[in-house]
Each structure stands twice: as structure tokens, then as C-alpha cells.
Nanobody, 128 residues
Framework: QVQLVESGGGLVQAGGSLRLSCAAS????????MGWFRQAPGKEREFVAS????????IYAESVKGRFTISRDNPKNTVYLQMNGLKPEDTAAYYC?????????????????????WGQGTQVAVSP
């Protein structure tokens, strides 16, 4: 049974930083691409970032490009999301998710339906 456990969320002022972590277990972590999505109240869950199995390709939503960085540590079975320059519009529940394969590309990395497992989410709140 795959489990994804997020941590690192919290309340921060605009312009601040947070680092989210996601610990994975249940199947060989390095065999799968990983992603982060977020969902604000009253809105649909949206793609934030993805990373292939070896970190060779990272993809970001336009809204976070240049501010957020996704990375992974395969020996630790952990994926990270470093968030800098946070804005109030980044306020949301952030979800870690595991892709169906080792690699993804382009629009395939952004498709929610192609991710197989999801964490419970961690809340990020950014005050003005």
C-alpha cells in the first residue's frame, strides 16, 4: 500500500518561504515521477510542479515558475517543494502525488488523472 505523507505547511507572510516535504512508502520510490498539486477553497485542484524519477526533468505551473523548486532525494524516499516569494494567492492545501510511471513529459505531467496515489495534504496560508 503506497503512502504519501506531507509536512512543512504553515502560516507565512507574503514574501516568505516554506519547504514542503513528502515521505513516500509502499513501492520503489525511484521508479516513479512525483508531483505537487494544490487546491484553494472553492477551486479545483491544480498542478504545481512535477519531477521525473531521477530529477532529470522538472515542470512548473506558470504561476509558480521562478519561485518554487521541486526536488527529490531517492535514498530518503522524499520529494520536496521549496516555495519562495510566497503570495496570498498561493494559499491552498498542497498535495503530494505519485505518477503512474518513471517519466512524464509536457502536458502528461500536468494531468491529474495520470497520478495514481495522493497524500492527505498540508495547508499553506500566506497573509498579505
Amino acid at each position: 500500500q503506497v503512502q504519501l505523507v506531507e509536512s512543512g505547511g504553515g502560516l507565512v507572510q507574503a514574501g516568505g518561504s516554506l519547504r514542503l516535504s513528502c515521505a513516500a512508502s509502499g513501492r520503489t520510490f525511484s521508479n516513479y515521477a512525483m508531483g505537487w498539486f494544490r487546491q484553494a477553497p472553492g477551486k479545483e485542484r491544480e498542478f504545481v510542479a512535477s519531477i521525473t524519477w531521477n530529477g532529470g526533468l522538472t515542470i512548473y505551473a506558470e504561476s509558480v515558475k521562478g519561485r518554487f523548486t521541486i526536488s527529490r532525494d531517492n535514498p530518503k524516499n522524499t520529494v520536496y517543494l521549496q516555495m519562495n516569494g510566497l503570495k496570498p494567492e498561493d494559499t491552498a492545501a498542497y498535495y503530494c502525488t505519485q505518477y503512474r510511471a518513471a517519466n512524464c513529459a509536457g502536458s502528461g505531467c500536468r494531468a491529474r488523472a495520470d497520478y495514481e496515489y495522493w497524500g492527505q495534504g498540508t495547508q499553506v496560508a500566506v497573509s498579505p
